[in-house]
């Protein structure tokens, strides 16, 4: 720290001791920023876990119900029943800001608000299992756009987390401590002049006590 100090003055001092005590205040900002946002990621994470989980039910039900359904009915009736849907879905997309963070929040309206608008098709020549499968997909579509959410949540926090996490290093263990050696040099430099400057004076003071004593002498 000794060679980036050019200028040992205390005007030097008492910015260095300035630029301490922000960057003391920033670290301790900074870390419970990352704490805070460490906490809400776990929360997250965890609850992203359980509807992870739940949306894989949900869709390995559909694809069975619909595994099945192909199995009693024809390609062409398959095709057919799904070809034109009924329900249309427009999504919109918000943000939310948490600890300087924009978390996207997702939501989504429905053309018609009858839960029987899902099926596209007539009842007469279909079977109950596509029925089953249409039903399960239209159920886990709330969920599935939750966990998108919530995933796009946890990729942003983490991110700011790793950001946060290299700012709060980056003070405590270069910026902080440097500040820190540059004050003690500056104050060890200061004294130095302070005791040389005494000691200028003392000699000083004797030569003019001395020069005194041999004027009185030859008077």
């Known amino acids: 720290m000794a060679n980036k100090v050019t200028n040992p003055t205390r005007m030097e001092l008492t910015r ?3 630029k301490l005590v922000t960057a003391t205040r920033g670290h301790k900002l900074l870390k419970d920023k990352r704490d805070e946002l460490m906490r809400q990621f776990l929360d997250l994470a965890r609850e992203n876990m359980e509807l992870r989980l739940k949306v894989e039910e949900g869709i390995k039900a559909a694809n069975t119900n619909f595994v099945i359904a192909k199995a009693g009915m024809s390609e062409q009736a398959l095709n057919a029943a799904m070809m034109a849907p009924k329900q249309e879905v427009s999504l919109e997309m918000s943000t939310k800001n948490i600890m300087s963070v924009d978390i996207p929040q997702f939501d989504f309206k ?6 029987n608008d899902i099926y596209s098709y007539g009842f007469a020549f279909t079977t109950g299992d596509l029925d089953d499968a249409v039903h399960s997909l239209s159920e886990v579509f709330t969920d599935m756009l939750k966990l998108a959410e919530i995933e796009k949540a946890c990729q942003l926090m983490a991110a700011e987390i790793e950001r946060t996490r290299r700012r709060v290093n980056a003070l405590e263990y270069v910026i902080i401590p440097e500040t820190q050696e540059g004050i003690r040099y500056i104050t060890m430099k ?12 003392m000699k000083v003071k004797d030569m003019m006590l001395e020069e005194k004593y041999h004027y009185s002498e030859r008077n």
């Open 110 to 115: 429905q053309k018609t608000a009858d839960e």
């Open 16 to 18: 260095l001791k300035k």
């Open 190 to 201: 200061l004294d130095e002049n302070e005791r040389s400057t005494q000691v200028r004076l």
